[in-house]
């Protein structure tokens, strides 16, 4: 079982990329995804979190994330993405989505309440 992320890249400012998050060996929609950013030099940091399709499926969002990043899921393709608006420098890291049980409804930044995480993937934001 695994998570695999993709969709990075290098964009502009001001651009927009949306990044997948796709499951592998279980059913994503039975489980909360948070995604996570890190980067260089700098502690990992929560961005936002959607909840499970058999619970609310709400989304839930850190102050940083909110008004640009959005998420979204779709169950028949074992995915869930990240959609990122409004680019910014400041945005460059590298991403990373989890997955926990059960989470409550707020972003849990604690690595140990998440079973699955990606690899992540690259984005770069050029001024």
């Known amino acids: 079982a695994q998570l695999v992320e993709s969709g990075g890249g290098s964009v502009q400012s001001g651009g927009s990329l949306r990044l997948s998050c796709a499951a592998s060996g279980f059913n994503l929609d039975r489980w909360a995804i948070t995604w996570f950013r890190q980067a260089p030099g700098g502690e990992r940091e929560g961005l936002l979190c959607?909840?499970?399709?058999?619970?609310?499926?709400?989304?839930y969002y850190q102050d940083l994330a909110k008004g640009r990043f959005t998420a979204s899921r779709d169950d028949a393709k074992n995915t869930v993405y990240l959609q990122m608006n409004s680019l910014k420098p400041e945005d460059t890291a590298v991403y990373y989505c989890a997955a926990a049980a059960a989470l409550p409804g707020v972003v849990v930044t604690i690595r140990d309440r998440y079973a699955y995480w990606g690899q992540g993937t690259q984005v770069t934001v050029s001024s």
């Open positions: 959607i909840n499970k399709s058999d619970g609310d499926g709400m989304i």
